[in-house]
C-alpha cells in the first residue's frame, strides 16, 4: 500500500514538471517575438517619423513665412504713404522761386545823355519802364481820360509838358502831352495812353523799357 502511495506521489511530481517546462518553452517564443516585433515598431517609428516630422517644420515655416508677408505688406504701404505724404509736405512748403518781370523792376529812372532840341536847348532824358492804360476815369489835370489820344501821366512833370518816348527795344517813337499823374508802381517812369502805347509798339507785352526825353513844358 505505501509502495502504491509513493508510486502515485511520484508520477505526480514527474508530470507536474513536464508541464511546468512545456509551459515555459511555450512561453520564451512568444517573449522573443514580442522582443522582436517591439524592436521592429521601434524601426518603423524611426524610418516613417523622421520624414513627418520635417514636413510639419517646412509647414510651420511656411506658415510663419506667409503670416509675415501678411502683416508685412500693410506696413509697408503705410511706410510709402508716409513717405509720399513727407514729400509733399516738403514741396508745399518749398519758398516759390522769386520771378524777375520787366514790369516791376527796383532800380529807380537812371538819366541818360542830354539832347538837343530844334530851340538849341539841352533836354535830359529818363531811362526806365513804360506801361499804358485804358480805363476811363477822371485826370489830375481835370476832365476825363481819353484813351485814344496821344497823352500821358507822369509823377512829377508840369501839366502840359511835350514829351518823346523812345522804345528801346524796336527804336520807334511817339510824342505824348502829360496831363495825369503816375505811374504808382516802382519801376515805371511813365504810364501811355493805349493809343500812344501802339504807336511804338508796346501793347502786346504791356510794358517796354524806354527813353523819355522832355521836348518843351
Not at 502504491?4 to 522573443?32: K, M, N
Not at 506658415?63 to 505688406?73: F, G
Not at 518816348?165 to 503816375?182: A, F, P, Y
Amino acid at each position: 500500500m505505501k509502495y502504491l502511495f509513493a508510486s502515485l506521489v511520484l508520477s505526480l511530481l514527474v508530470s507536474v514538471g513536464a508541464s511546468l517546462s512545456a509551459a515555459a518553452e511555450s512561453r520564451a517564443p512568444v517573449r522573443e517575438g514580442s522582443a522582436e516585433r517591439w524592436s521592429e515598431g521601434l524601426h518603423f517609428k524611426a524610418v516613417h517619423r523622421a520624414p513627418r516630422l520635417h514636413h510639419q517644420r517646412q509647414a510651420r515655416a511656411s506658415h510663419a513665412k506667409r503670416r509675415y508677408a501678411r502683416l508685412a505688406k500693410p506696413l509697408r504701404r503705410h511706410q510709402r504713404t508716409a513717405r509720399r505724404h513727407a514729400r509733399g509736405k516738403m514741396v508745399h512748403h518749398r519758398p516759390a522761386a522769386t520771378r524777375r518781370t520787366a514790369s516791376a523792376p527796383t532800380n529807380p529812372p537812371a538819366a541818360v545823355g542830354n539832347s538837343a532840341g530844334s530851340d538849341g536847348h539841352k533836354r535830359a532824358g529818363m531811362l526806365g519802364m513804360a506801361s499804358f492804360y485804358w480805363q476811363p476815369q477822371t485826370l489830375a489835370s481835370g476832365g476825363r481820360f481819353n484813351p485814344n489820344a496821344m497823352t500821358a501821366a507822369h509823377k512829377t512833370l508840369p501839366f502840359g509838358t511835350r514829351v518823346r518816348v523812345t522804345h528801346l527795344g524796336n527804336g520807334r517813337s511817339v510824342e505824348v502831352k502829360i496831363n495825369d499823374r503816375g505811374p504808382y508802381v516802382a519801376g515805371r517812369i511813365i504810364d501811355l495812353s493805349k493809343a500812344a502805347a501802339g504807336v511804338i509798339g508796346m501793347t502786346a507785352q504791356g510794358v517796354a523799357r524806354v527813353v523819355v526825353e522832355i521836348l518843351s513844358k
